[in-house]
């Protein structure tokens, strides 16, 4: 097993960028994944992961930069001489060979003769020992792709490149494949990239995750900080639902900002502000639904000191189970949403009702107030934009 801080497994990409004629699919960035993470490239269709992921394999070449794997710079090998393995959505088993043949076939194709070992403990590795004189159509979808993956891994790759490996399968067992991946992962001890359009399966699975936005990188960070701390609209909408008001910075006091918004005062931790806070600017304020208590109007005094809070009215309410989903017009903020544990439900707290919604600052963020609040969600320009 490689040493996980070893740098001579990290994967450096240096300027790398891809256009092609007068598109630009991949702007250049500089990305460092350190050896033995599990690293997402996380976007929605056509954000440039792919092409990026593909530059890496040697698949596609660079319009310019570099790919270093360790010290080895590998921007102009063939893919077959890179020490990297892909695994793809499609599987691309042999349908003719049985479980073992598939995965010894690139030990084969080295011309070693004694490969039964190695092939009985990766299939041990993916827990299909089993099945392994089973052709592929006899297995299920996720068994079918744990084989790829030891067919991948036999040939003790640096990296394990993963192109949406799991978008064939359906929901239940893509999250049981998203911790036997993680489980593989950290056996196996080597770098793991995945691509993938899935924000869950993103923060499921990996230590650090690349938001994609145009070919671009729009935040990079472990799945917590990006979703706790966003540093724009794009990444705070693209990972879960976001509720932002327009306010106004009224004043410091000590480590936090007060706010000034629809007559009322919210105040927002400094270091959780990423735009330029001077008295009389505008931030926008976020906060993510389940962080919101919802109290009805007639026990506003029970609240505790200290908290943000704004009024408004239920306009509409989902029962989903585990949560009870609000939305509620606020003067700051229209259709406000709040997930409410179902713990002890109010029953005062229905559409019409009259409501304060409050939270605990620590977990108020700010942003840049030029942004669009639609950026990062279904249907805005900067999801759509082709790469």
């Not at 929605?44 to 092409?51: I, P």
């Not at 003719?96 to 403990?121: C, M, P, T, W, Y």
């Amino acid at each position: 097993m490689t040493n996980k801080t070893d740098p001579t497994g990290d994967v450096r990409l240096t300027g790398i960028a891809k256009t092609y004629g007068d598109f630009t699919a991949v702007h250049p960035l500089d990305l460092t994944v350190p050896q033995g993470s599990f690293f997402a490239l996380l976007g929605a269709s056509g954000c440039g992961k792919t092409t990026t992921l593909r530059m890496i394999a040697g698949l596609e070449e660079p319009s310019a930069g570099t790919v270093h794997l360790g010290d080895q710079d590998v921007t102009a090998l063939p893919p077959y001489k890179r020490p990297v393995n892909t695994v793809f959505q499609s599987y691309a088993l042999f349908p003719h060979l049985d479980i073992f043949e598939n995965v010894a076939f690139g030990l084969r194709r080295r011309g070693l003769k004694s490969v039964r070992k190695q092939v009985e403990e990766m299939l041990d590795l993916v827990q299909l020992g089993e099945q392994a004189r089973k052709k592929p159509h006899q297995l299920s979808g996720g068994q079918q792709q744990r084989v790829a993956v030891a067919r991948a891994l036999i040939n003790h790759p640096k990296v394990l490149l993963l192109d949406e490996p799991l978008g064939a399968l359906d929901l239940k067992l893509r999250r049981q494949m998203q911790l036997e991946l993680k489980r593989i992962q950290t056996e196996v001890g080597i770098t793991f990239i995945h691509v993938t359009h899935d924000q869950e399966e993103a923060m499921t699975m990996a230590d650090t995750v690349a938001v994609m936005n145009a070919g671009r990188v729009e935040q990079l960070g472990s799945p917590t900080d990006l979703y706790e701390n966003p540093g724009t609209t794009f990444v705070a909408n693209f990972l879960g639902t976001s509720n932002f008001i327009e306010a106004e910075v009224d004043s410091k006091s000590g480590d936090d900002i007060v706010l000034k918004a629809g007559g009322g005062k919210l105040v927002l931790p400094e270091a959780r502000c990423s735009a330029p806070a001077s008295t009389g600017g505008k931030v926008l304020v976020g906060v993510r639904p389940e962080k919101i208590s919802l109290t009805h109007a007639d026990d506003a005094g029970e609240i505790p000191e200290g908290r943000n809070r704004i009024t408004g009215r239920i306009a509409d309410s989902s029962f989903i189970g585990v949560s009870t989903q609000y939305v509620v017009d606020s003067p700051v903020c229209p259709g406000f949403e709040v997930y409410a544990q179902n713990i002890d439900r109010d029953p005062r707290l229905v559409p019409g009702a009259e409501v304060v919604l409050h939270w605990n600052p620590a977990h108020t963020f700010g942003l840049d107030a030029a942004q669009s609040v639609f950026d990062g969600t279904e249907g805005s320009a900067g999801v759509e934009e082709a790469a």
